[in-house]
């Protein structure tokens, strides 16, 4: 046995105690106001900060010290400390593309499930979405927010074939699986010749939805209902599915549900994790946080379904691609992407 490679795994593993931890120290910052403060700011020190934010020093202080560690935060010396201009968008600015804080919300909503998950291993039973922390809900809609916002509407709805152009003019829009509703309302509020409808499952989130419409200005275009793609009515010229069809026990049935109610020129709007087709290609620090979130919070969602196809966070669109077409698809084109996501236009 080779005991440097010993060490050297164990120290790995000392790292990932850090990270793991800094999810939730981030999260604090961010509910805290500490990145903020300390955006601009130049240095400052713990009681600084702690006036500037209405907090209590000590913690302010250990709070600095673990984000220094980790390199979130620069260390200056005599106790000061300052937020790198490189890192302020990805702590502060909720649209900014570069967003990081929705992710690690996500991340220490999903840990707290750790004992659930591992008994519906033992058992193979699921774990639904909705009996997820509450983090998770609110995180995921943080994440991906950013993403809708700076591409969804200038990029990708316009690299699809003229479906920008009818939204203009006025269609009906549904949006499966809409969480928090961030995609349904971006789009009324980019196309109010159009009508919305965003569903979900999970009854706390629609409720959520509502209120951030109401908020938006947006009720008299967009209606929230709690169901799912199966039990969709009416006739689409789009209907989208953003970040969720991996989540469905059986995506097969949710994209047949969904062809049989486009109207003769209506399209699917599928966007899905930007994944490689097979696990080396996935075996990156993007690979690690998406099998990550797979395990804690998508395949358990889907096994906790009907569990006809259970896809995983990775599938990868190849593996998508197939589901498309068993599910009367003909044609699939991969029309834009991000670092995280790959967007598809299915057409029958």
């Not at 939730?24 to 509910?31: E, F, P, Y």
């Not at 955006?39 to 984000?67: D, K, N, Y």
């Not at 395990?295 to 990775?314: F, K, M």
Request: overall charge negative; glycine content about 12%; aromatic content about 8%.
């Amino acid at each position: 046995m080779d005991e440097a490679k010993v060490m050297e795994f164990v120290f790995k593993t000392v790292g990932d105690v850090g990270a793991v931890l800094a999810g939730s120290l981030v999260v604090i910052g961010d509910r805290l106001g500490f990145y903020r403060a300390l955006a601009g700011a130049g240095p400052l020190t713990s009681a600084e900060l702690a006036e500037r934010t209405g907090t209590a020093e000590r913690h302010v202080r250990e709070w600095l010290a673990a984000q220094a560690a980790t390199g979130y935060v620069s260390y200056l010396g005599d106790g000061r400390y300052e937020l790198p201009e490189e890192h302020v968008a990805p702590l502060t600015q909720e649209t900014h593309p570069a967003f990081v804080v929705g992710a690690l919300e996500t991340a220490i909503g999903a840990v707290q499930a750790t004992d659930r998950v591992a008994e519906s291993m033992r058992t193979g039973a699921g774990l639904s979405w909705g009996d997820q922390d509450h983090h998770v809900h609110v995180g995921c809609e943080r994440f991906f927010r950013p993403g809708y916002v700076n591409y969804l509407t200038s990029a990708w709805l316009p690299a699809m074939d003229g479906v920008a152009e009818r939204l203009e003019q006025g269609v009906a829009v549904a949006d499966i699986g809409c969480g928090h509703g961030a995609s349904t309302i971006h789009l009324a509020q980019t196309y109010p010749r159009s009508r919305f409808l965003g569903v979900d499952p999970h009854a706390g989130s629609v409720e959520a939805a509502r209120k951030h419409a109401a908020d938006a200005g947006v009720t008299d275009r967009v209606v929230f209902e709690q169901s799912t793609a199966k039990e969709l009515g009416g006739s689409y010229g789009l209907i989208a599915f953003f970040d969720c069809l991996h989540d469905l026990g059986d995506p097969v049935g949710a994209l047949r549900a969904a062809g049989e109610h486009l109207d003769a020129d209506g399209a699917v709007l599928l966007v899905e994790p930007n994944a490689g087709d097979s696990v080396t290609d996935n075996l990156n620090p993007v690979g690690a946080a998406y099998y990550g979130f797979s395990t804690l919070l998508c395949t358990p969602n889907a096994l906790s379904q009907e569990a006809a196809t259970v896809l995983g966070t990775q599938a990868g669109q190849a593996r998508t691609t197939e589901v498309a077409h068993e599910a009367g698809f003909r044609r699939v084109r991969r029309v834009a992407e991000t670092p995280f996501n790959m967007v598809l236009e299915l057409r029958r």
